[in-house]
């Protein structure tokens, strides 16, 4: 086959059935558990004054290096978001709704990434945030929530990792220590390490590299340096997912890749994907980031869930049913006419699926058609049935139910009905 004059960029797909049918079912069932727990959607724009995203941290790879950000033609240097999370803070500050404010969303995010498996350059987020509020109990109701989502889908090898960062208050006494460490350590760190070291001491403890464990075992740990309240809503929070019954491991080195991040910090890692990009999903309190995008001093938490992520975890875990959204109804038109045109849209426009064949082809060629659709029921018109004011019905799949398809005629205005009665009947 010719090789088509345009690919799709690295880092991009387009998503195809059967895969763009389980996309759609798998926000409907975060939509419908975001609502049930009391939130609202938000669709903010896609793109934003680059600056929006330039306070998720200027040290942040999501901010150095991913951003898509460009001078638009009216001069305006605007950037593709990353995350939505900045762009729910900004419209906080915008529109001041009422606290707490808790709102959902769900769409694409774009990241200049290296794309590999799960990892994209364009991805799907579904997400949730909650601004106003700094009960503890906010942020384990955000953990059960996602949990809930998890389990809709039938997802069992989720794991969830909590940890706490403390706030910004304590986390320079905490950095220093953390920063002592690394540097009496230096020379057994990775030299990745120790250029993330000087940057970001914090990310070091999220290295992957081999050489680098010891170190970052033998480190300080956040929750030794923690003040009195930041301790109590770290036991609230734990004591919370205990009272729920949702499962969970402390890990005190758990680092997000975005710097916005006070007291409690979760991911959900999927052991059903490679190492490398397991983490299905994250989040956790952002009690500075409202006020740095020139909003009131609100506290704020939220998490996104990967949708392509959470994709692959649920092929692995072989948890879709059978694929497909067939029509219920195939048109065999054998006629010069407007019949089959006719005759398609009066079922649509009752509310039943239906389809047809194009460009004249043969009735046998039509009735193959008809019986790879997965359709229930063929409608079969031609000079005949005109003449005799009927339409012909054959139920498809039949003998695969023991039976001989017959078809048989049914008067042209009652055809509607007829095929209404003959779907309730069907054992799809
Ligand atoms: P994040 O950890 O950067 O957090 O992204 C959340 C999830 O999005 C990841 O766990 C992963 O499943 C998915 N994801 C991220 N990057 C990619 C990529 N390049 N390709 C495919 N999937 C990806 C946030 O975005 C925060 N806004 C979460 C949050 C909300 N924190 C508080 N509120």
């Given at each position: 086959?010719?090789?088509?004059?345009?690919?799709?960029l690295?880092?991009?797909r387009d998503?195809?059935?059967?895969?763009?049918g389980?996309?759609?079912?798998?926000v409907a069932?975060?939509?419908?558990?975001a609502?049930?727990?009391g939130?609202?959607q938000?669709?903010?724009?896609?793109?934003e004054?680059?600056g929006?995203?330039?306070?998720?941290?200027?040290?942040t790879?999501?901010?150095?290096?991913?951003?898509?950000?460009?001078?638009?033609?009216?001069g305006?240097?605007i950037a593709?978001?990353?995350?939505?999370?900045?762009?729910?803070?900004?419209?906080?500050?915008q529109?001041?709704?009422?606290?707490p404010?808790?709102?959902?969303?769900?769409?694409?995010?774009?990241?200049?990434?290296?794309?590999?498996?799960?990892?994209?350059?364009?991805?799907?987020?579904?997400?949730?945030?909650?601004?106003?509020?700094?009960?503890?109990?906010?942020?384990?109701?955000?953990?059960?929530?996602?949990w809930r989502?998890?389990?809709?889908?039938?997802?069992?090898?989720?794991?969830?990792?909590?940890n706490?960062?403390?706030?910004?208050a304590?986390?320079?006494v905490?950095?220093?220590?953390?920063?002592?460490?690394?540097?009496?350590?230096?020379?057994?760190?990775s030299?990745q390490?120790?250029?993330?070291?000087?940057?970001?001491?914090?990310?070091?403890?999220?290295?992957k590299?081999?050489?680098?464990?010891?170190?970052v075992?033998?480190?300080?740990?956040?929750?030794?340096f923690l003040?009195d309240?930041?301790?109590?809503?770290w036991?609230?929070?734990q004591a919370?997912?205990?009272?729920?019954?949702?499962?969970?491991?402390?890990a005190p080195r758990?680092?997000?890749?975005?710097?916005y991040?006070t007291?409690?910090?979760?991911?959900?890692?999927?052991?059903?994907?490679?190492?490398?990009?397991?983490?299905?999903?994250?989040?956790?309190?952002?009690?500075?980031?409202?006020?740095?995008?020139?909003?009131?001093?609100?506290?704020?938490?939220?998490f996104?869930?990967?949708?392509?992520r959470?994709l692959?975890?649920?092929e692995?875990e072989?948890?879709?049913?059978?694929?497909?959204?067939p029509?219920d109804v195939w048109?065999v038109?054998?006629?010069?006419?407007?019949?089959?045109?006719q005759?398609?849209?009066?079922?649509r426009?009752a509310g039943i699926?239906a389809?047809?064949?194009?460009?004249?082809?043969?009735?046998?060629?039509q009735?193959k058609?008809a019986?790879?659709?997965?359709?229930?029921v063929?409608?079969i018109?031609?000079?005949?049935e005109?003449?005799?004011?009927?339409?012909?019905?054959?139920?498809?799949?039949?003998?695969?139910?023991?039976?001989q398809?017959?078809?048989?005629?049914v008067?042209?205005?009652?055809v509607?009905?007829?095929v209404?009665?003959?779907?309730?009947?069907?054992?799809?």
């Amino acid at each position: 086959m010719a090789r088509a004059d345009f690919q799709t960029l690295p880092g991009t797909r387009d998503i195809l059935e059967p895969d763009a049918g389980r996309v759609r079912r798998l926000v409907a069932v975060f939509a419908e558990a975001a609502a049930e727990a009391g939130f609202g959607q938000i669709v903010p724009p896609m793109f934003e004054d680059v600056g929006v995203f330039v306070r998720l941290g200027e040290a942040t790879d999501v901010v150095a290096k991913e951003l898509y950000a460009f001078t638009d033609k009216g001069g305006r240097d605007i950037a593709l978001r990353p995350e939505f999370t900045a762009s729910v803070c900004r419209s906080f500050a915008q529109n001041r709704p009422t606290t707490p404010w808790k709102t959902w969303y769900a769409g694409p995010n774009f990241r200049y990434d290296k794309p590999q498996k799960g990892r994209y350059r364009q991805f799907d987020q579904v997400g949730a945030e909650v601004i106003g509020s700094d009960d503890p109990d906010v942020d384990t109701e955000l953990i059960a929530l996602a949990w809930r989502f998890y389990q809709r889908l039938g997802l069992s090898d989720v794991t969830l990792l909590v940890n706490t960062l403390g706030d910004f208050a304590e986390r320079p006494v905490y950095l220093d220590a953390l920063r002592a460490h690394l540097e009496a350590n230096a020379d057994a760190l990775s030299d990745q390490a120790r250029s993330t070291m000087a940057l970001n001491p914090l990310r070091v403890l999220d290295s992957k590299r081999r050489e680098d464990a010891p170190v970052v075992a033998g480190a300080p740990l956040i929750t030794d340096f923690l003040s009195d309240d930041a301790a109590a809503a770290w036991d609230r929070v734990q004591a919370g997912l205990d009272a729920l019954d949702i499962p969970y491991q402390v890990a005190p080195r758990l680092v997000r890749g975005l710097d916005y991040y006070t007291r409690t910090t979760f991911e959900f890692t999927s052991s059903a994907l490679d190492a490398a990009q397991n983490a299905v999903g994250g989040g956790g309190r952002y009690d500075g980031l409202v006020a740095a995008l020139g909003g009131p001093e609100e506290p704020g938490a939220g998490f996104a869930l990967g949708v392509d992520r959470t994709l692959l975890a649920c092929e692995a875990e072989a948890v879709f049913g059978p694929d497909g959204d067939p029509v219920d109804v195939w048109v065999v038109a054998t006629t010069a006419g407007t019949e089959g045109l006719q005759l398609v849209e009066e079922l649509r426009n009752a509310g039943i699926r239906a389809d047809r064949a194009y460009d004249g082809r043969s009735m046998k060629a039509q009735m193959k058609r008809a019986d790879r659709s997965g359709a229930a029921v063929a409608l079969i018109v031609g000079d005949d049935e005109i003449a005799a004011g009927t339409v012909s019905l054959k139920k498809l799949r039949s003998e695969a139910q023991g039976g001989q398809a017959t078809q048989v005629p049914v008067e042209r205005d009652r055809v509607v009905d007829r095929v209404n009665q003959v779907l309730s009947e069907s054992p799809l």
